[in-house]
Structures are given as C-alpha cells and as structure tokens.
C-alpha cells in the first residue's frame, strides 16, 4: 500500500520566470488528461485540459504538452506569480470517466 | 461564475457513526463524482454517477458507501458506519461532458 505522507517534489522558481511542472502518466489507454493547481485546504482548480490526439494546448499564461510516446505530461506556467504557488496534478481518464491523480509537484514562487 | 459547493466543511464523528456529506454542483452539471484525499496522499477516485444510476466506482467504494441525488440538486455522499481510515478530504465533482470534471472545496471528514 501506499506510504502515509508523500513527499512531493518542490519546484522553486523566481516570480517572473516560466515553471514547467513534468508528469508521467501510467495507461496508454488514456485518453484525455488534465492539470490542476491545489492550494492549501481547497480542492483541485481546473487549469487546463488536453486530449490525446493533440501534443501541445495553450491557455492563458499555461501550455501543456502530451508525449505519447514516453507517457508524458508537462505544464508550462509563463511569467510565474506568487499566487502560482501551489500543488500541481496532472489527472488522466480512463474507464468510463474516472480520473487518476498524480502525485503532485510543489511549486514555490519566490518574491 | 458559478461554482461546486460542499457542506459541511469539516464533519467530526464517532467511529462507527453514519455521516452524509453534502454537494451542490453546477445547475447544468449532469455527471457526478466523488473522490477522497486522505492526508498528504493522492485524491483518489471514489465514484461517479450518472443519469441517476452509479456509472463507475473503484475498490474503496464498497458496501459502506452509497451515493444519492434525491431531488436534482444535491449529491450526498453516505459512510454508514465510519472508521478510522474513512478520515480524509471528499471532493465533490462536477461536469457538463464526461470529460470535465470541477471540483468543490471539500469537506473534511474526522473519524475518533
């Protein structure tokens, strides 16, 4: 079974420069994917979505970018700001509609 | 803009004692989740429900849970008799399409 407490991977970063934030997914068979950003005692925010038949999706200040081929998943955040600081997951479907969450990556924005 | 509401924000109970856990999605949400982090781990998929009817639920989902939309508002979430490990953070989801999926602010639940 799993440990109790995870410890997550910290990203530091300078507030004002890009972050990328990697993930690597477990099924093949998955077909859409989804990044969240978790603050502290809140849930999961919707950041941005992708689905498998594309490789890169822009949003405002974020792109993801989906390798297929390694099963891998990334987050670009551009000019980070302090209220970027959070926990980062990517999720993927699959099944009928159940996602499976990553482990997570901390990013801490540095004034 | 609209947003996925949970009551209560922290439920404390007595182990062995039945608790429900609250959710009002989107109005035009039509698929239904529930999912449980329990603390410092993964969220973890529980269940989604859709046109009334469980479409989905994982291996932690068993007998003592069941989930209910009585009167197309809320989603309930019920723990019959809770344990210990039953401890964590349930979010609430929401979606329009099978794919989105937006989150409440949890509940969290303490078993002693």
């Known amino acids: 079974g799993e440990s109790v407490g995870l410890h997550l991977p910290t990203l530091s970063v300078q507030e004002g420069d890009n972050s990328i934030i990697n993930c690597a997914y477990s099924n093949s068979a998955s077909d859409y994917f989804i990044w969240y950003k978790q603050e502290s005692g809140k849930g999961p925010q919707f950041i941005i979505d992708i689905r498998s038949n594309m490789d890169k999706r822009q949003g405002q200040r974020v792109t993801v970018l989906l390798n297929k081929t390694v099963k891998h998943l990334s987050l670009q955040i551009a000019a980070t700001q302090p209220g970027d600081s959070a926990v980062y997951f990517c999720?993927?479907?699959?099944?009928?509609?159940?996602?499976?969450f990553g482990k997570g990556n901390q990013v801490v924005v540095i004034p | 803009e609209p947003e996925v509401t949970q009551t209560p924000s922290h439920q404390v109970t007595q182990m062995g004692q039945e608790v429900i856990l609250r959710c009002v999605p989107i109005?035009?949400?039509?698929?239904f989740y529930w999912y449980r982090q329990i603390l410092g781990q993964k969220v973890e998929f529980l269940v989604s429900?859709?046109?009334?009817?469980?479409?989905?639920k994982s291996e932690i989902f068993d007998d003592q849970f069941s989930v209910e939309r009585p009167d197309g508002s809320n989603f309930t979430l019920k723990i019959r008799s809770t344990k210990l490990e039953d401890s964590a953070m349930y979010f609430c989801?929401?979606?329009?399409?099978?794919?989105?999926?937006?989150f409440g602010p949890g509940t969290r639940l303490t078993v002693l």
């Open positions: 429900f859709y046109n009334n009817e469980i479409s989905e």
């Open positions: 989801a929401g979606g329009q399409d099978y794919n989105e999926q937006f």
């Open positions: 109005s035009n949400h039509l698929y």
């Open positions: 999720a993927e479907k699959y099944g009928n509609n159940r996602l499976a």
